[in-house]
């Protein structure tokens, strides 16, 4: 999608008359913006609609002819709004690089199967809390979350419908990139899923996305649960280090779900193998 939050001075739209089709993509990108800068309620009271004409820089009657009553344009936002949602995760350098920084900190790792785990813990504790942190302070994470609460107070209808059915393509596509990410993270470092859950990485990445967004949700009213740190050593850490809610929540899920893979062999050539691998990484965009 086009991005419309940076509207062309007036004095270039007087040279030419936007077509209805432009003034109603300018409109929608201004108000889009201004949901993205302040945050999505479920009414939709503090957007203003004079405020978004005069950030589109669009004639007032223009609109109007495409959007007689504010109830019609608030019904085109949200549909908008739900095709644009796609939940924010931390920046893939970052995750890269925390995996390759982890890992070179600790050389002789991954020799052995019980440094392997101690190694894999150490990820999950880091890469959590990065994760966490993104997702807490993203003012589009926030508008997606709310989504969720606007569509259910639309009245039942073709607008329900077609805000469900968009919302729900959307967390299927983040589901799969999370997935996505788990399994290519979980056979560098030779884990597998546990055969007897008969799950997939589709449930595994459900879970832990779940848990993340159920503490953003439980943050917002209870911002202490962001700077929560508990000295522990759990899970087969290698040592005692401060744990985040958010750590401990993804490992806890991970320990459940996976185990070390018992047909790789961790001979010198899968070592040089993971290296290479690792130098080179490139994690799908969603979270560990």
Do not use: C
């Not at 799969?176 to 030779?190: N, Y």
């Not at 993340?212 to 850490?237: D, N, T, Y």
């Not at 993804?250 to 040089?272: C, G, H, K, Q, V």
Request: negative net charge; proline residues 4%.
């Amino acid at each position: 999608m086009k991005n419309y939050s940076q509207a062309p001075t007036g004095l270039g739209r007087r040279g030419r008359r936007l077509s209805d089709h432009d003034t109603q993509q300018r409109v929608l990108g201004a108000a889009m913006a201004m949901v993205n800068r302040t945050g999505l309620t479920v009414s939709l009271d503090h957007i203003s609609f004079e405020d978004i004409i005069r950030d589109a820089d669009v004639s007032r009657s223009a609109v109007y002819r495409r959007w007689p009553y504010k109830d019609l344009f608030f019904s085109d936002l949200v549909k908008e709004l739900a095709k644009a949602a796609i939940p924010t995760t931390a920046d893939n350098e970052a995750v890269t690089g925390l995996i390759r920084r982890v890992v070179d900190e600790r050389p002789g790792w991954l020799k052995t199967p019980e440094l392997r785990h101690s190694l894999v813990v150490e990820l999950l504790r880091q890469a959590a809390l990065l994760d966490f942190e993104t997702l807490y302070r993203s003012a589009e994470w926030r508008t997606y979350i709310a989504l969720h609460a606007t569509f259910m107070s639309l009245a039942e209808g073709e607008l329900r419908d077609q805000v469900q059915a968009t919302l729900a393509q959307s967390e299927v596509g983040f589901i799969a990139r999370v997935a996505q990410a788990w399994q290519q993270i979980a056979g560098l470092f030779g884990y597998r899923l546990r055969p007897e859950l008969g799950a997939s990485f589709e449930t595994l990445a459900t879970l832990v996305s779940a848990t993340a967004r159920g503490l953003i949700l439980m943050a917002l009213s209870m911002p202490e649960l962001v700077a929560h740190r508990a000295q522990a050593k759990p899970f087969g850490a290698a040592a005692e280090a401060e744990w985040s809610l958010p750590a401990m929540g993804m490992a806890a899920i991970a320990s459940a779900f996976l185990e070390p893979d018992p047909t790789i062999d961790w001979d010198d050539e899968r070592l040089a193998t993971v290296r290479q691998a690792l130098s080179s990484l490139a994690v799908p965009n969603g979270h560990l």
